[in-house]
């Protein structure tokens, strides 16, 4: 007799284990997964229990408290647009600030000066939206009153906001914070 091929005796990667015998007993019908079944745990069709009765949720009554409205002086003061001008007094006199310190590259500064051209340029000709001219002047309100940190908070979510619209100028806000915070520092 021929010893067995030494290849048959190897199992194969692909090959059923040995100890699985194909018969008949196994069923082959495989589960239709996309019928439904009837819920077949509860009785739904009895009436006289509780837990089946559908209910509606507890009608709640409007509040009689009154909701006192306050305003602030400062809230009301965000909401409203500063003007091109003003906004261009308060880049003047951060402007000069870092003008006056000695630290700072006037190409810096030259970059700085273009970009808020480009931004008042774009303000003029109604290339912003209103939400845009909002948070701009909030930054530049924030820039005012020394707030550089709330000033560099608005303009990310400006950057979030409303990238494609800001894009050709918001750099050189953004170099105006920081050089602002560094002087700070």
């Not at 090959?15 to 019908?29: G, Q």
């Not at 500064?109 to 939400?131: F, G, P, R, T």
């Not at 914070?177 to 002087?183: D, K, N, S, T, V």
Request: hydrophobic share 35%; charged share 25%; aromatic share 4%.
């Amino acid at each position: 007799m021929n010893p067995p091929n030494k290849s048959s005796t190897l199992d194969g990667w692909n090959d059923p284990p040995a100890n699985l015998a194909l018969s008949d007993t196994i069923s082959t019908k495989r589960a239709l997964l996309n019928k439904r079944v009837p819920y077949t745990n509860q009785d739904l069709t009895s009436t006289n229990n509780l837990s089946n009765a559908l209910t509606a949720p507890p009608i709640c009554s409007a509040s009689t408290v009154p909701i006192p409205i306050v305003f602030d002086k400062d809230a009301s003061s965000k909401n409203d647009l500063l003007t091109i001008e003003e906004m261009n007094e308060v880049f003047k006199k951060k402007f000069k600030q870092l003008e006056e310190s000695s630290n700072i590259e006037k190409k810096i500064l030259e970059d700085i000066s273009k970009k808020v051209q480009v931004m008042n340029d774009e303000w003029a000709q109604e290339k912003l939206s209103s939400n845009t001219k909002q948070i701009l002047s909030n930054i530049f309100r924030e820039l005012d009153s020394d707030h550089i940190q709330q000033a560099f908070d608005m303009h990310v979510i400006l950057v979030r906001n409303a990238s494609s619209e800001v894009v050709r100028f918001i750099v050189g806000i953004k170099r105006l914070i920081q050089e602002l915070q560094r002087l700070s520092n």
